[in-house]
């Protein structure tokens, strides 16, 4: 092992907070404070590895500096491919970067990286950053409590919004798979997501529960096998661990321990290694404790304990794409890199070794998106099939400018061109750093309290012994007290806190690494219910069985949500926040409700609009243009939030019964209650768009509703159990959508979203599995262009039709194809006019469609012959007159 601290990789004495390796692993990219915004360096590598490239003074250290961010920034993460870097700050903004092609002429830049898309969606600071594992999507979190999911192939277009955590969320991670998303949070509690649908698989909490203090991230990893996730700040017997969360079953039986000091990152290394015979996973662990931990899964204890390598926290963690070379950053400013050989973690194995792993765990290969030509042996028997594909190919490399970044699953290989880059010597007068302010907020009786949300060590811990050499291997740490520092208080409006946060007590009197800095100034608590109140109001309010008076037997219910049982609740509204709290005021009539709607980026907390409720407030749904709110007496309260005063939109209307959850979708309100009903009103309009409508038959298995919200105008449920349902107004029935346990679907390979995923690829291996998988798959995608073609919607019907027809070229036979090919073409021989066939499907031409079906056959030669047939006989009609009906 070989320790090296290069300090010519800094941000000008200047905090660091991120730093990733480039996959190609010639660059690496740090994010943190610059001198008056937020900094991203791109540097050389191998500057830092090759100490002959150091000394080099042609070869520049220093690639590029952007300096686009207004506040700090906490992460940075290269895609999977390399070709992109995405960067989020305390701007509430997320960059994505790329390398541009004009070399650099400025200060800084042997290279230019441009910003390609501008993301804005969070309410607060964003905390961490993950690409999925083929740069599909991009998961972002934020201090507003949401975890976001950016389509990467459609900057800046969301796919989804996750909003379960209840407080600050400070790390995500991907499923090497991709059927996973891992997040952790202030809370207390990690959470698995489903990518199938984005609902949630699990929620661990019991790791968590005797967390008593906070970190400024809690970057968690997912194991390259992806068995294992490994967390940050756990506790295990009143000591910090690193918690090992089992994939199969979730159990939570194993972690990592011996730092002193709360757990900030963990980072496991990509590779697969063997030792000694034995497969193992390699994973680096950073900590509050200024100390760097090495594990390997093969071993009880840790392989390498490194102490004094920083005078702060380390807050971030990076391996090299060959698993030798690990980057850690602290909060001090600097960056260390750790040397390893293969003799000491292991031997990694090799691309197909590791994709041969992963086919024998889960039947499939991640890596492998396209299949390839099964027919590659045949011979072409006609000219036609090759020039084809020649037009096929002139498409796809027709250039095109890039305004955006698309899915790229190949590594950039580029060479730099590097000039010598002159250092910049100028210094300024030092800004109020981002990390030295706190938050003031208010209590639910007017009172202001000051919440902390990061306090850094001073430059007095420099002189702290960890009383342990570098390298040690030791498995107890020390540790040592921390001397107080002066924090500047900023007001801050413009982050806002949901109700939901968890109540820390941070206050302890056992030493759990937490700051004394932070026990001095946390006497107060947040507002907010604590976790365990929140678990037992969970358990409290399960689906029931409905009964009537009679004794009848009605089916299941839904529960109707308690909210502000600790503390105000508070949602954002646009420029402002709107702040309810039950049980305000007590009358000799009763008690009230007060709603306030309180500005973001002012210096007054003085709210501008306020109104009172006779009964608590059960569900909100509010946005820039809409306030709706409903109480646990079954009342609907709706205002239009304009300017200068909001106004009832609606009159208190009378629900069913009290509403278990609220949607707004644009202008539209969908009300999901009790009882197991979804009415839905148009609030531009003031007229109900879709009467009370049940779905109670939906539900079994304790279900309960996750979303409700419009696909195409047809009204949309999901459920936790991974169903979704679409009302169908002209067959007067629900429909099913998508089903996460269909043995239909899971058996024929079939596990997209129901926005078109891309199921071609996925249904590739089934063949190998059997009979029954091709005919399952095929099953599936007949009942999604069934259901598609009676909802009317016509961009999933083309997308749908593709994936059955890309199918059934694998694993179909001739008359199956021949079936949509002839319904698509039509009559081309008929003399007189036909009275059934339609030239239109859903508004899309069938011979347009025939035409893209065509160029998937075209693929696969043993299909040659079918492909000329229709072919033939397309380009015959396209040149004769077309009579009515689009016939000759």
Known sequence: MKLLKPIWVNHDDKPIFSVDIHPAGKRFATGGQGLDSGRVVVWNLNSVLFEEVEVDPNVPKMLCQMDNHLACVNCVRWSNGGRYLASGGDDRLIMVWGLSVAVGAGKHKAETWRCLATLRGHAGDVLDLAWSPLDKWLASCSVDNTIIIWNAEKFPEMVCVLTGHTGLVKGVAWDPVGKYLAS????????????????????????????GGTTHV???????????????????????????VEREGWRCDKDFVGHRKAVTCARFNS?????????????????????????????????????????????????????????ACSSDGTVACIQFTNKEIGTPLTLEEKNSLYEKIYGKCPANESGGDLSSNLLVECPEILLAREKQEAK????????????????????????PSPMSTQSSPAPLRPMDRQIETRTSDGKRRITPVFIPLTHADANESLGSIPGGNENCFSTSS???SRIIVERRDDIIIHPNVSNHALSRSNDNGLDQRLRKRTTSTLPGPKAEDLQAKRSCTSPTEQVSSRGVYLGPSLPVPALGTAGPIVRAAGLLRLQVVNKAYNTPYGKLSRLELIPNNTASNDPVWDACLGSPVSCISCDARWLCVSCTDGSLHVWRNAKPKPYRALPPLALPSPAHKLSLNGDTLSVVTSSAELTMWDLNNATCSLRSLSFRNLLSNNA????????????????????????CKKLWAWVLWTDGGDPVRRAGGGAGSSRRPRVSSQLQHSATQGKYNACAARSWLESQVSVCLHLRLA?????????????LIA???????????????????????????????????????????????????????????????????????????GHT
Request: charged residues 25%; glycine residues 4%.
């Open 184 to 211: 952790q949070s202030d809370d207390k509690s990690l959470r698995v997501w489903k990518t199938v649908d984005w609902s949630q698989e699990t929620l661990i909490t019991e790791p968590f529960d005797e967390c």
């Open 218 to 244: 809690l970057r968690l990893s997912w194991s390259p096998d992806g068995q294992y996730v490994l967390s940050a700040h756990a506790m295990n017997g009143g000591g910090p661990t690193a918690q090992v």
């Open 271 to 327: 590779n697969i290694f063997v030792k000694e015979g034995k497969k193992c996973c390699c994973a680096a662990v950073g900590s509050r404790d200024r100390a760097l931990s090495i594990w390997l899964t093969s071993l009880k204890r840790p392989l390498v304990v490194v102490h004094d390598l920083f005078t702060d926290s380390v807050l971030d963690l990076s391996w090299s794409s060959d698993g030798l070379n690990l980057l």
């Open 396 to 419: 796809k490399e027709t250039p095109k400018e890039e305004t955006t970044p698309k899915n790229d699953k190949s590594q950039v290989q580029q060479k730099p061109i590097y000039t």
């Open 482 to 484: 921390q001397s107080k």
């Open 704 to 727: 309960t509703v996750t979303n409700c919200t419009l696909v195409d105008g047809n009204p949309m449920i999901s459920l936790n159990t991974g169903k979704s349902y679409i009302y």
């Open 795 to 807: 961009r999933d019907y083309r997308h749908w039709i593709n994936a059955l027809f890309t199918h």
């Open 811 to 885: 694993h179909g036979t001739e008359d199956q194809l021949r079936t949509i090919l002839d319904d698509l073409l039509g009559p081309s021989h008929c003399i007189s006019q036909p009275s059934k066939w339609e030239s239109n499907i859903l508004g899309i031409k069938k011979h347009e469609l025939l035409e893209e079906l065509l160029a998937l056959l075209v693929r696969q030669l043993r299909w040659q012959r079918l492909y000329t047939e229709y072919a033939d006989q397309l380009n015959e009609l396209k040149h004769k007159t077309p009579l009515l009906n």
